[in-house]
């Protein structure tokens, strides 16, 4: 018997793995710039939000299925497709924000997210053995392959490569599970098994139930990441406030508790969900840097400029760029803007380091003092306060170009 489905029950499975997509890659985006603890927690919940998306979807998009006998599901794979599904996507997740997404990493995390959803959907669909016999065309099952990889790949891409669009990588994610479900379905026939198996089975009433829990807790997840973080006000007031006197920092440092928790927000360390709970963030003493595959931390003092790298930053310490998993925003958030300045949109320069600038036509450029020259472009707009900036340190009119 071929399988027809119910279109609504097949649109809501669409939104159930959109939405649990969107919850799982926004906290997937924030994992290269988390450490420690809260770097394994925020990976653990994007993981459980991406398993329990695909889950969600395929179950739901089973309840669609019209068939004359009633479909019952063995308990065993039930579970385990959601488990492994849970485990593929954290490893798949590691892998790609552990550092910049060169092709190589997005492809092997691609391959291996699309290889877990095809994997929890194939254990899903032997859970029907419970009541049907199940054929399945192996074309088919190998179209849907392939076209969850390659939309896994845009996803990953939209949430933690180059351009960071949460919702637009979340609809590359639902429609990759989506896609791989009916692909491999329109290969499906079913028939009536006989005899009940002995093994523990699901009725189509208790799939509804848990699934009506697991979609209404991804669909909260959901619309609570939509609403602004009180920390990006926070964030965008610190930017606007006047920079504060050495006196203020020493204040602030002395008042406030001798605490990790305290230490890891110096070092600018951020907390799950986009930091949501958590204190306005304080200038940063330390910025986080990644080296040898392990995680260390630069003195502020030792910053010459900061530039963008898509989603990440390098840190120039005068003889060297090193890797930052902050995005540039992030960094100059928790720098003293009373050192140092955007002079680009992609770099921030100490201002205490700058020896000159250079013009070439209608560009302009600032050098700085490091082992090798090294010169940063500046923006026509930023030029002048970057130059008026420098004269009242230096107590006259500034370098000219």
Same mark, same amino acid.
């Given at each position: 018997?071929?399988?027809?489905?119910?279109?609504?029950?097949?649109?809501?499975?669409?939104?159930?793995?959109?939405?649990?997509?969107?919850?799982?890659?926004?906290l997937?985006?924030?994992?290269?710039?988390?450490?420690?603890t809260?770097?394994?927690?925020?990976?653990?919940?994007?993981?459980?939000?991406l398993g329990a998306?695909?889950?969600?979807m395929?179950?739901?998009?089973?309840?669609?299925v019209?068939?004359?006998?009633?479909?019952?599901?063995?308990?065993?794979?039930?579970?385990?497709s959601?488990?492994?599904?849970?485990?593929?996507?954290?490893?798949?997740?590691?892998?790609a924000?552990?550092?910049?997404?060169?092709?190589?990493?997005?492809?092997?995390?691609?391959?291996?997210?699309g290889?877990?959803?095809?994997?929890?959907h194939?254990?899903?669909?032997?859970?029907?053995d419970?009541?049907?016999?199940?054929?399945?065309?192996?074309?088919?099952?190998?179209?849907?392959?392939?076209?969850?990889?390659a939309?896994?790949?845009l996803?990953?891409?939209?949430?933690?490569g180059q351009?960071?669009?949460?919702?637009?990588?979340?609809?590359?994610f639902?429609?990759? +599970?989506?896609?791989m479900?009916?692909?491999?379905?329109?290969?499906v026939?079913?028939?009536?098994?006989?005899?009940?198996?002995?093994?523990?089975a699901?009725?189509?009433?208790?799939? +509804?139930?848990?699934?009506?829990?697991v979609?209404f807790g991804?669909?909260?997840?959901?619309?609570?990441?939509?609403?602004?973080?009180r920390?990006?006000i926070?964030?965008?007031?610190?930017?606007?406030?006047?920079?504060?006197?050495?006196?203020d920092?020493?204040?602030?440092?002395?008042?406030?508790?001798?605490?990790?928790?305290?230490?890891?927000?110096?070092?600018g360390?951020?907390?799950?969900?986009?930091?949501?709970?958590?204190?306005?963030?304080?200038?940063?003493?330390h910025?986080p840097?990644?080296?040898?595959?392990a995680?260390?931390?630069?003195?502020v003092?030792?910053?010459?400029?900061?530039?963008?790298?898509?989603?990440?930053?390098?840190?120039?310490d005068?003889?060297?760029?090193?890797?930052?998993?902050?995005a540039?925003?992030?960094?100059?958030?928790?720098?003293?803007?009373?050192?140092?300045?955007?002079?680009?949109r992609?770099?921030?320069?100490?201002?205490?380091?700058?020896?000159?600038?250079?013009?070439?036509?209608?560009?302009?450029?600032?050098?700085?003092?490091a082992?090798?020259?090294?010169?940063?472009?500046v923006?026509?707009?930023?030029?002048?306060?970057?130059?008026?900036?420098?004269?009242?340190?230096?107590?006259?009119?500034?370098?000219?170009?």
């Amino acid at each position: 018997m071929q399988v027809s489905d119910q279109p609504w029950l097949v649109l809501l499975s669409v939104v159930a793995a959109v939405a649990g997509g969107y919850v799982g890659l926004r906290l997937a985006a924030g994992i290269g710039a988390a450490t420690g603890t809260r770097r394994r927690l925020t990976l653990a919940g994007a993981a459980c939000a991406l398993g329990a998306a695909v889950w969600a979807m395929h179950f739901t998009a089973m309840l669609a299925v019209r068939a004359p006998f009633a479909l019952t599901f063995l308990a065993l794979p039930t579970l385990l497709s959601f488990l492994i599904c849970v485990i593929v996507a954290g490893v798949a997740l590691h892998v790609a924000s552990s550092g910049p997404l060169t092709p190589a990493r997005l492809t092997l995390a691609a391959c291996t997210l699309g290889a877990g959803i095809f994997a929890a959907h194939a254990i899903a669909i032997t859970a029907l053995d419970a009541s049907a016999r199940v054929s399945l065309t192996p074309g088919f099952a190998a179209a849907g392959l392939v076209v969850a990889i390659a939309l896994c790949a845009l996803a990953l891409w939209l949430a933690i490569g180059q351009r960071d669009r949460p919702l637009l990588a979340a609809l590359a994610f639902g429609v990759a +599970v989506a896609a791989m479900h009916f692909t491999d379905m329109a290969g499906v026939t079913l028939a009536p098994r006989p005899a009940a198996l002995l093994a523990p089975a699901l009725s189509g009433g208790i799939v +509804v139930i848990i699934l009506a829990f697991v979609i209404f807790g991804v669909l909260g997840l959901f619309l609570l990441l939509l609403v602004p973080d009180r920390v990006e006000i926070g964030i965008e007031s610190l930017k606007s406030a006047p920079a504060p006197t050495e006196n203020d920092e020493t204040a602030v440092a002395a008042a406030a508790p001798a605490s990790g928790i305290d230490a890891d927000l110096r070092r600018g360390i951020y907390a799950p969900l986009g930091g949501a709970g958590a204190p306005p963030p304080r200038l940063a003493e330390h910025l986080p840097i990644e080296r040898d595959g392990a995680t260390h931390f630069l003195a502020v003092e030792h910053v010459v400029a900061v530039q963008a790298n898509a989603h990440y930053t390098y840190l120039f310490d005068g003889s060297a760029k090193l890797f930052c998993p902050l995005a540039i925003g992030e960094v100059e958030s928790r720098l003293d803007r009373g050192r140092f300045m955007r002079v680009h949109r992609s770099h921030i320069v100490n201002i205490e380091r700058v020896t000159g600038f250079k013009r070439s036509g209608d560009s302009e450029t600032v050098e700085l003092a490091a082992d090798e020259h090294y010169a940063v472009p500046v923006s026509r707009s930023r030029a002048g306060s970057l130059k008026a900036r420098i004269g009242e340190k230096n107590g006259g009119p500034g370098p000219q170009a």
